[in-house]
């Protein structure tokens, strides 16, 4: 904002010089003391500053307004073109081909003043505004074209309703896979469960103790506790035994299944 006033300011200085300048001007021709062309380049810079002028305002305008910053660099780009305009017309003078040129400076002039005119324009009718929600729906179109990946991703993961470990792969990676096709088999051994059948003569103790004691054959220094014990309600006719199903931590997961182990049933305890 600073800057902006500043060169505001100077361009207003500049201005009022060369209003000065060329009311001289005017008066020295009339009188017959200078000749034509150095009323052209007086009328020429006046011209210049004319236009550094509006640029300046426009700028500080524009700024206080809130404008984009892309109106702001057209509005300095007009400032710098109408400033160069007048120093390539001493250029050309010295080279004895301003004559020719002057026309050409003040067409590049009014160019720079229509391309001001069109930056002012713009943001006075608010056409930045339609910028502002093509982009808005650009940003949405892109969010929800993310969405919709995020979903097609979810579909391709495939989640195991259990956790546990992958104990065999029946798919590889980028085969198709059919409906009710099995990808994967999963097992769970933070627990693992014991199976033992025991004669019908031990059945009304076991109820009554649950003391069970277990060794894997590959851990005997360890006894393990169960964590629950099931007992089948039926016996088998041919064997005549009941089978009970013993549960036991596995920490660690040490024990694998298929491994042979020792149970121990506590029937009586002497006191």
């Given at each position: 904002?600073?800057?902006?006033?500043?060169a505001?300011?100077?361009?207003?200085?500049?201005?009022?010089?060369?209003?000065?300048?060329?009311?001289r001007?005017?008066?020295?021709?009339?009188?017959?003391?200078?000749p034509?062309?150095?009323?052209?380049?007086?009328?020429?810079?006046?011209?210049?500053?004319?236009?550094?002028?509006?640029?300046?305002?426009?700028?500080?305008e524009?700024?206080?307004?809130?404008?984009?910053?892309?109106?702001i660099?057209?509005?300095?780009?007009?400032?710098e073109?109408?400033?160069?305009?007048?120093?390539?017309?001493?250029k050309?003078?010295?080279?004895?081909?301003?004559?020719?040129?002057?026309q050409?400076?003040?067409?590049?002039?009014?160019?720079?003043?229509?391309?001001?005119?069109?930056a002012?324009?713009?943001?006075?009718?608010k056409?930045?505004?339609?910028?502002?929600?093509?982009?808005?729906?650009?940003?949405?179109?892109?969010?929800?074209?993310?969405?919709?990946?995020?979903?097609?991703l979810?579909?391709?993961?495939?989640?195991?309703?259990?956790?546990?470990?992958?104990?065999?792969?029946?798919?590889?990676?980028?085969?198709?896979?059919?409906?009710?096709q099995?990808?994967?088999?999963?097992?769970?051994?933070?627990?693992?469960?014991i199976?033992?059948?025991?004669?019908?003569?031990?059945?009304?103790?076991v109820?009554?103790?649950?003391?069970?004691?277990?060794q894997?054959?590959?851990?005997?220094?360890k006894v393990?506790?169960?964590?629950?014990?099931?007992?089948?309600p039926?016996?088998?006719?041919?064997?005549?035994?009941?089978?009970?199903?013993?549960?036991?931590?596995?920490?660690?997961?040490?024990?694998?299944?298929?491994?042979?182990?020792?149970?121990?049933?506590?029937?009586?305890?002497?006191?």
């Amino acid at each position: 904002m600073k800057r902006a006033e500043a060169a505001y300011q100077q361009a207003l200085a500049n201005f009022h010089n060369a209003e000065r300048d060329l009311q001289r001007a005017e008066d020295d021709y009339n009188r017959g003391a200078i000749p034509e062309q150095a009323l052209d380049k007086a009328k020429l810079a006046f011209e210049v500053a004319q236009a550094q002028l509006a640029s300046a305002k426009a700028s500080l305008e524009l700024i206080k307004k809130g404008a984009r910053e892309e109106d702001i660099q057209i509005a300095e780009a007009n400032e710098e073109q109408a400033k160069s305009a007048l120093e390539n017309l001493e250029k050309l003078r010295e080279a004895k081909s301003w004559e020719v040129k002057i026309q050409q400076t003040q067409t590049q002039l009014e160019n720079a003043r229509s391309a001001y005119e069109l930056a002012r324009k713009s943001w006075e009718d608010k056409l930045w505004g339609k910028d502002i929600e093509l982009a808005r729906a650009q940003v949405q179109n892109a969010q929800a074209a993310l969405e919709l990946v995020k979903s097609r991703l979810e579909d391709c993961t495939i989640k195991a309703p259990i956790s546990g470990i992958v104990s065999g792969r029946f798919a590889d990676e980028g085969s198709l896979a059919s409906p009710g096709q099995p990808l994967v088999s999963i097992v769970d051994i933070s627990s693992v469960k014991i199976v033992l059948h025991i004669g019908e003569e031990y059945l009304d103790k076991v109820p009554l103790t649950r003391k069970i004691a277990v060794q894997i054959e590959n851990y005997l220094d360890k006894v393990f506790t169960p964590q629950e014990i099931n007992i089948s309600p039926t016996m088998d006719p041919r064997s005549r035994k009941i089978k009970v199903e013993v549960k036991i931590p596995n920490p660690g997961l040490r024990i694998k299944p298929g491994m042979f182990a020792r149970v121990k049933l506590i029937l009586e305890e002497e006191k």
